[in-house]
């Protein structure tokens, strides 16, 4: 599952996530359901994919980035 990569990659550090989407809506919404539940990330910043993405891959696309916060000194 997507919320176990996160999970896995941010290894317990802080970080900021955002989503790209192309156009299924019911499939965002899905997509922002399982991300609050999971990982309690609320009020994520979303962006729609270029539309070269979704003429190559279709509607169905969903992704998240994860920007890591620096590591302390």
């Known amino acids: ?3 176990d990569k996160v999970k896995e ?4 550090r802080k970080y900021f996530a955002h989503i790209l ?3 299924n809506p019911s499939l ?3 997509f922002l359901e399982v991300l609050d ?3 309690n990330l609320k009020d994520i910043n979303e962006a729609p994919a ?3 993405v979704g003429a190559h891959i279709g509607p169905d696309v ?3 980035g994860i920007f890591l916060e620096p590591l302390e000194k």
């Open 62 to 64: 969903i992704g998240i």
């Open 50 to 52: 270029t539309p070269v």
């Open 37 to 39: 539940k999971e990982l």
């Open 21 to 23: 989407y192309t156009g």
């Open 1 to 3: 599952m997507i919320a």
């Open 28 to 30: 965002r919404e899905y």
């Open 9 to 12: 990659y941010t290894n317990g």
